[in-house]
């Protein structure tokens, strides 16, 4: 049973050092926790779990200058979404613009309120979470650092992943907007293409191999020698 000693042995090294002390030629399976020594990929290639052939990482395509441009470009995305119109409805001359926040206050009346909540949580609160604590992360990569806080803010990252639903609020409107078309003037604003952009890049970015930060040495602040007693 190798894969049981492996783990037996990684117990006892967490146990034995520090408890931020990481170990980054080494990658666990989230959903068998198998433990495996992590070898470097070509682009395209990714690794599987051998006993329950799940995902384990991919190949890092683009370096961390790219990566946080396109970071920064979907912050630049989600500002235009939450700030212009997402759909504008016209009647007999008349236009009313539809946002995003306007939606949610529309609907914070009354027994919708759980739907506004949830709205102003999966569609903005969660994924501006996710541009800002990876923003933090990838500006000090650039520096070849680990940022202040690197393991919170990694472990807030990754759980938030499953909460961004850019992609179901995009087909909410683009339903609604199909079935006000029939008796009213309804067209995409730029809320609605800055919205597009933005779940494109979410999901660019979640496909990024994360693994490659942890390589980083940890931040030392300015005038603070670089060893640790």
Request: proline share 7%.
């Amino acid at each position: 049973m190798p894969r049981i000693s492996a783990i037996h042995v990684l117990i006892e090294r967490v146990i034995a050092v520090e408890p931020m002390e990481t170990f980054p030629h080494l990658t666990v399976c989230p959903y068998c926790d198998s433990v495996y020594r992590r070898r470097e990929l070509k682009a395209g290639e990714e690794a599987r779990c051998i006993r329950c052939s799940n995902i384990l990482y991919r190949a890092t395509p683009i370096n961390p200058e790219r990566w946080l441009a396109l970071t920064l470009t979907a912050a630049v995305a989600g500002v235009t979404a939450n700030a212009y119109p997402v759909i504008i409805v016209g009647f007999h001359g008349v236009q009313n613009a539809i946002t995003l926040w306007g939606a949610a206050i529309a609907l914070a009346h009354g027994p919708t309120f759980p739907l506004a909540a949830v709205i102003v949580l999966l569609l903005i609160v969660v994924p501006f979470l996710q541009i800002v604590l990876l923003g933090w992360l990838l500006f000090f990569a650039l520096q070849g650092r680990r940022a202040p806080g690197f393991i919170r803010c990694m472990r807030i990252h990754l759980s938030l992943r499953p909460w961004s639903m850019m992609e179901v609020g995009m087909l909410g409107f683009l339903v609604a907007g199909i079935k006000l078309d029939g008796f009213l003037q309804v067209t995409p604003g730029p809320g609605c293409w800055a919205m597009s952009l933005l779940m494109l890049l979410l999901i660019v970015l979640s496909r990024q191999d994360m693994h490659v930060l942890w390589e980083y040495p940890d931040y030392t602040p300015p005038g603070k020698g670089a060893h640790r007693e």
